[in-house]
């Protein structure tokens, strides 16, 4: 049993990591498609600007309530059922 919590708190800690660096690359990638999207609907303001910073940030809010959800599922919840399943399946059968 203390071996199997072991795995448990090591897959964690490994998903814990992939968590984190997925969620920051998803949000690099939404925020310059949003900064893409600015530019070409308002060429003539193209580049830095505080309206464009405005429009990202303002953008950003549902998403990330909506990537955070998706990811927790994704990556932390779903590997360690799937580890779960897996062990019992494998003792018990």
């Known amino acids: 049993m203390i071996a199997f919590l072991r795995l448990i708190g090591m897959v964690l800690v ?17 925020r310059e498609e ?3 999207e600015w530019d070409r609907r308002h060429p003539e303001r193209a580049g830095p600007s505080p309206e464009r910073a405005e ?5 950003m809010v549902g998403f990330s309530k909506t990537l955070r959800a998706r ?3 994704l990556v932390l919840v779903l590997p360690v059922v799937a580890i ?6 494998v003792n018990y059968n």
């Open 14 to 30: 490994v998903e814990l990591v992939f968590y984190a660096l997925i969620w920051i690359y998803i949000r690099s990638l939404r």
């Open 55 to 59: 429009f990202v940030r303002r953008s």
């Open 84 to 89: 779960i399943v897996i062990i019992v399946i």
């Open 34 to 36: 949003l900064e893409k």
């Open 71 to 73: 990811l927790v599922g």
